[in-house]
């Protein structure tokens, strides 16, 4: 079987359809730190600030590198090297800056906590935020709540700071309006994911040249399936991707997700909506995102998951179509879920202290963060009032000098940053609220020490990145592959992640009970 992509693709995958929606911006403009006038006048310290951009990435940074500078350097005394980079080269380029000593102070992990924590690249935090980081400690407890830096602490140390904003991410099917009406159902008939091969049936039949499911809008070769089985069974990964070490439920005991009924009941459904002509027949292969197909009209539907409720007006905008959402599975909560998207100062930063300042306005200052995220008022965008932006008359996110917007799931706080003109705020409200009423794993905060198990984890990494896209994609046969695939795991090492993951289980466990 060919290799594709594979689970790193598929992460990322997650990581950015939790990051599509801007969020607007409270109307206060907090201030990070109340000496800012004092330390101003101080030693200006310089710092590089690196940023994944999902929007285009311009060629000059120079004005809006100015005016973040203007800002940071007259409240904390802090000068921003501000670098810019596509999702594709960001883990790239700052790892080789890591690994040869080139300057590099703040950085985020898309996925790779642990692996950056392993390998001692990230500064430990918890003695300069009492001090430097008081306000960003505060907002992401009256956000999300008093736990979250769990998320990010191991062997008692704070290497983190997860960004701030609607974090639980309900599996939606996002859908064709249009498409839905013309085949005669009513969005009601929607109500979980049951319900969809009847909904698939009568717009194929209605249309048949329309593909009625497709992969995600970011990864081509993901359908959503292990996000919605993740959170309709609540199933926590337990902080590896690798899913061969995972709890089903709250009974303690690890196991292999894919040898679980959860998950060959997951992909027989997708072997029946693939053998019903239901995807496309290349799905573990394609390069064409499941946007792309419903925007040129081939495509009617995909799974993604997404916080608060207004994304259907967003991808609307996007897609050029008339989208709508519904929400089909619920979303759990696993230490994943939070610390997948953290903000880390490097071990090699000899700015360590102006890194936590940084982070701290980053979180907390309502013009900085939208600086970051729209650039220059008048030029980049205009308000249309306290909570709400557009782009200037003529203009879009693609020919405006700068937009970061597409990055908002991971700049800061989402409750100070400005929304799209259309969307309601009541939105955010919802996402915030969401993140504390959400169910959460009983092992939230466990965090796996993957360093014994270095070689099995590479070595399974192989392995499902070689078997994984085209289960999801119901295009192989699940009654011979899943037993190959099980097979090709136990002989790369996973039963010793499963030991090494259940007793550091069992002792984090315990030590909760202390």
């Not at 099980?486 to 466990?509: F, P, R």
Request: glycine share 8%.
């Amino acid at each position: 079987m060919k290799s594709k992509k594979g689970l790193g693709s598929l992460l990322l995958s997650m990581v950015v359809c939790g990051s599509l929606l801007s969020a607007c911006g409270s109307n206060s403009n907090t201030k990070a730190n109340d000496s800012g006038n004092e330390e101003a006048n101080a030693k200006v310290a310089e710092i590089v600030f690196a940023l994944p951009s999902f929007n285009r990435i311009p060629d000059d940074l120079s004005k809006v590198t100015d005016a973040i500078n203007a800002i940071t350097t007259k409240k904390i005394g802090v000068k921003v090297d501000f670098r810019l980079y596509g999702p594709a080269d960001y883990a790239q380029k700052v790892n080789l800056a890591l690994q040869s000593g080139e300057k590099m102070d703040i950085f985020t992990t898309l996925g790779q906590f642990s692996n950056y924590v392993s390998k001692s690249q990230v500064a430990p935090l918890e003695e300069l935020l009492p001090e430097h980081g008081k306000e960003l400690t505060a907002i992401l407890e009256k956000d999300f709540g008093p736990d979250i830096l769990k998320t990010t602490t191991m062997d008692g140390h704070i290497y983190g700071i997860p960004v701030n904003k609607g974090m639980a991410l309900p599996t939606n099917i996002i859908y064709n309006a249009d498409m839905l009406a013309d085949a005669g159902i009513s969005a009601d008939a929607i109500q979980s994911v049951e319900d969809l091969p009847a909904v698939f049936a009568a717009v194929k039949k209605k249309s048949p040249d329309v593909i009625p499911f497709g992969p995600i809008n970011v990864n081509p070769t993901d359908t959503g399936l292990v996000n919605l089985m993740k959170g309709a069974s609540k199933v926590d990964y337990l902080t590896d991707t690798t899913g061969v070490g995972v709890v089903i439920g709250d009974n303690g005991k690890v196991v292999n997700f894919y040898e679980s009924d959860v998950f060959k009941n997951g992909i027989g459904m997708m072997r029946e909506w693939f053998n019903a002509g239901y995807l496309q027949k290349d799905t573990a292969t394609t390069t064409i995102t499941a946007m792309e197909m419903v925007s040129s009209g081939r495509g009617f539907s995909f799974l993604g998951g997404y916080s608060g409720k207004e994304v259907g007006r967003t991808l609307s905008a996007q897609a050029g179509k008339n989208v709508e959402t519904k929400r089909i599975a619920p979303f759990y909560f696993d230490t994943s879920a939070v610390n997948s998207v953290t903000w880390m100062v490097s071990s090699t930063s000899k700015e360590t202290e102006a890194s936590v300042k940084f982070l701290n306005m980053l979180y907390t200052d309502t013009e900085l963060i939208n600086t970051i995220l729209y650039g220059i008022e008048g030029e980049d965008y205009v308000k249309v009032d306290e909570h709400h932006v557009k782009f200037p008359e003529g203009k879009d996110a693609n020919t405006v000098s700068y937009t970061a917007m597409l990055s908002s799931g991971i700049v800061g706080s989402e409750s100070l940053q400005y929304q799209l003109e259309g969307i309601n705020w009541s939105d955010v409200e919802l996402k915030l609220q969401e993140n504390k009423d959400t169910e959460r794993s009983p092992y939230f905060g466990f965090i796996f020490d993957q360093s014994d198990v270095k070689t099995q984890m590479s070595a399974v990494n192989n392995v499902v990145n070689q078997f994984l896209p085209a289960l999801v994609s119901g295009s192989v046969d699940p009654d011979t592959i899943i037993a190959k695939f099980n097979s090709s795991l136990k002989d790369a090492g996973a039963q010793a992640i499963i030991d090494s993951k259940q007793e550091q289980l069992d002792q984090w466990i315990a030590a909760q009970k202390q």
